[in-house]
């Protein structure tokens, strides 16, 4: 599955983003979705995760409350909406899609998120 992210950019303290990952080659709904991030100096970290069926999240305590995260199986596309951005958001973030019988990764090449006045 190959994976494009887009709608990162400039954004103040307290503003909002949402990034879109979409997806082709591969069987959309086969696939959990996951944001990850890594801000310069630091490891990758998850944000958050969608399950296809059952459409349950999970969330970084670090993001909870000021992020969502949803996906449309027809347009094979995994949204993060990210609200009260703070400059600790500032990272490249990246969209993962793991299959769900083999347990594969597959990522994004990531888009950079900045979050400065």
């Known amino acids: 599955v190959e994976l494009v992210e887009s709608g990162g950019g400039l954004v103040q303290p307290g503003g909002s983003l949402r990034l879109s990952c979409a997806a082709s080659g591969s069987t959309f709904s086969n696939y959990l979705m996951s944001w990850y991030r890594q801000a310069p100096g630091k490891e990758r970290e998850l944000v958050a995760a969608i399950i296809s069926v059952s459409g349950s999240t999970n969330f970084a305590d670090s993001v909870k409350g000021r992020v969502t995260i949803s996906r449309d199986n027809a347009k094979n596309t995994v949204y993060l909406q990210m609200n009260s951005l703070k400059p600790e958001d500032t990272a490249v973030y990246y969209c993962?899609?793991?299959?769900?019988?083999?347990?594969?990764?597959?990522w994004g090449k990531g888009t950079l998120v900045t979050v400065s006045s």
């Open positions: 993962c899609a793991r299959n769900t019988y083999s347990g594969r990764d597959y």
